[in-house]
């Protein structure tokens, strides 16, 4: 089950998108109508009729498109997709290439700030990304810019996550490095179909035993928090990462800072700053 983004489509209107897999592992979705505390869930609509690993939604307020990208389940073809919401009904466009083979742990987002959608991916070693721009009206597309690398990211990363802080106007990944089991962050800038990436950080030293461990949000005003499950002992612990960018803080660098609260079951432990990204 894979669920993302909810959004206001107008004044007291709030829709939220669902994209699921089926038994046949093809990639469906809904659009819900909220209402208080409960969804009304519209009828089930296909993304693709292929059978898919994993998914991703993220939404596109300049040409109010719903964007979902796919990971074949053989063969590791990566597709993106936009879809057009009408009430709660959704069409979605014939699928636009990301990655022709071999691709894994494809995630999407959408930056506002410069109107470009960004995907991210494993393609044999670093991790990979591409910037695209919708193409709205009746073709429903996605033209995608050139593969670069996220930063130096080392060969063992899996489990990642994209999203985008419109307080610091910056991208921020997540990922964990499988090897050391250590949750790795960087966030970056998009200027054209590039993206300027901080090097790599590491948040704390907690094993995350298995990438389906960790998830990540952003939250609001330039926080990005992951949570994920310690291989150790099985508590769940929460790590906070500091977006920012010369025009809100008092260095004329982009950094990212951390620090930790971690949640073992009755109790609570807050920790200090551990290490700041320059």
């Known amino acids: 089950f894979k669920q993302k983004t909810a959004y206001e489509i107008g004044v007291r209107l709030v829709g939220s998108e669902m994209c699921i897999r089926d038994r046949s592992n093809a990639a469906k979705s809904r659009v819900g109508t909220v209402s208080g505390t409960s969804i009304t869930w519209g009828t089930e609509s296909s993304v693709n009729a292929i059978e898919t690993d994993a998914m991703d939604i993220t939404y596109d307020p300049d040409t109010q498109r719903v964007i979902a990208i796919t990971n074949d389940q053989s063969g590791g073809y990566i597709r993106s997709y936009v879809g057009t919401v009408s009430g709660t009904d959704i069409t979605w466009g014939s699928d636009s290439t990301v990655l022709a083979a071999d691709g894994q742990f494809s995630q999407i987002t959408y930056d506002t700030e410069n109107n470009k959608v960004v995907a991210s991916y494993l393609y044999s070693a670093p991790m990979t990304y591409k910037v695209g721009t919708v193409t709205g009206g009746s073709t429903n597309s996605i033209s995608w810019g050139t593969a670069a690398n996220i930063t130096a990211t080392p060969n063992g990363l899996d489990g990642a996550h994209l999203g985008f802080d419109p307080f610091s106007k910056r991208v921020a990944f997540s990922a964990r490095e499988s090897s050391s089991q250590d949750v790795m962050v960087a966030s970056g800038a998009v200027s054209g179909s590039t993206i300027t990436w901080t090097s790599l950080a590491k948040t704390e030293d907690v094993a995350i035993g298995s990438y389906t461990y960790l ?29 920012a960018n010369s025009s809100t803080n008092l260095t004329t660098e982009n950094f990212v800072g951390f620090a930790r609260e971690s949640v073992s079951y009755t109790h609570l432990r807050a920790h200090e700053t551990d290490s700041y990204l320059v």
């Open 215 to 243: 998830s990540m949000a952003i939250a609001q005003k330039g926080l990005l928090v992951t949570i994920g499950t310690d291989n150790a002992d099985d508590d769940l612990y929460a790590t906070y990462a500091n977006i």
